[in-house]
């Protein structure tokens, strides 16, 4: 992995993205590519933006918190835009809306009226996706596919959270072939919110070692962190 550089990698990700675009019969730019920089440090952060990088993934609010500020003023002039890709707590909704265009992880409608409130209180409209459980392991976040429906209908009433589409993390295979059912279960989930009458239009799943399967089946959005960045210590 060190023998090329962040920009070389960045272009190859770029590269296979396009390709399973075209193999899918899909536009590579109706995809987005959102920058995993969880644990990465600020002057890699700058060289993944010299590289064209735009939008990040973070999952700790905290660590989001200083790394959007101290970017705000190493990379004054350029515009990021930040995605919450963790676990949010109810108790830090009131940060998240100040730092972040697009929650990925919304999952349940006591976050959703945490998120709503604190959103009406700065005169925003929160943008966010609500993360579908397809897995059984305790691990996992998310909300049931059988309650999804019930979680779109409540979340509709909500003035200033705007529901855009879903987002899943499926369990890890060995064989990754294993992981496209659960990609293709998350897009007949969000057709089938479409057909009750939902807008909503994004699916936010892949990661480095599965974003070409994802993207295969409907993803348009993925997260990729290692395969730019390199293992997490
Ligand atoms: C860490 C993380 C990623 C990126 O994972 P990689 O395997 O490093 O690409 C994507 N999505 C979420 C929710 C994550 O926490």
Not at 5 to 13: N, P, Y
Request: aromatic fraction near 6%; charge should be positive; hydrophobic fraction near 40%.
């Amino acid at each position: 992995m060190n023998s090329n550089s962040l920009q070389d990698r960045i272009s190859l990700i770029k590269k296979k993205i396009s390709t399973s675009a075209l193999r899918a019969g899909r536009k590579p730019q109706d995809i987005t590519l959102i920058y995993v920089t969880k644990t990465v440090g600020l002057e890699t952060i700058k060289e993944a933006v010299a590289a064209g990088a735009g939008i990040f993934g973070e999952n700790r609010v905290q660590e989001a918190q200083k790394k959007i500020a101290a970017c705000g003023s190493l990379l004054a002039g350029r515009t990021l835009h930040w995605h919450f890709i963790g676990h949010l707590q109810k108790n830090k909704a009131k940060y998240a809306v100040q730092l972040f265009d697009l929650i990925h992880s919304l999952d349940s409608i006591e976050c959703a009226e945490e998120l709503n409130k604190h959103a009406g209180k700065i005169g925003k409209t929160q943008e966010a996706l609500i993360e579908v459980k397809l897995s059984s392991e305790e691990s996992k976040h998310g909300v049931l596919k059988e309650d999804l429906i019930a979680l779109l209908s409540a979340t509709a009433a909500l003035k200033n959270l705007s529901i855009k589409g879903l987002m899943t993390i499926p369990p890890f295979f060995d064989n990754i072939e294993e992981v496209r059912p659960y990609f293709k279960e998350l897009r007949e989930l969000k057709d089938k919110a479409v057909s009750a009458g939902f807008n909503i239009t994004e699916l936010s799943m892949g990661m480095s070692q599965d974003f070409e399967i994802a993207i295969e089946e409907g993803a348009t959005m993925v997260r990729v962190g290692s395969a730019i960045f390199g293992a997490r210590g």
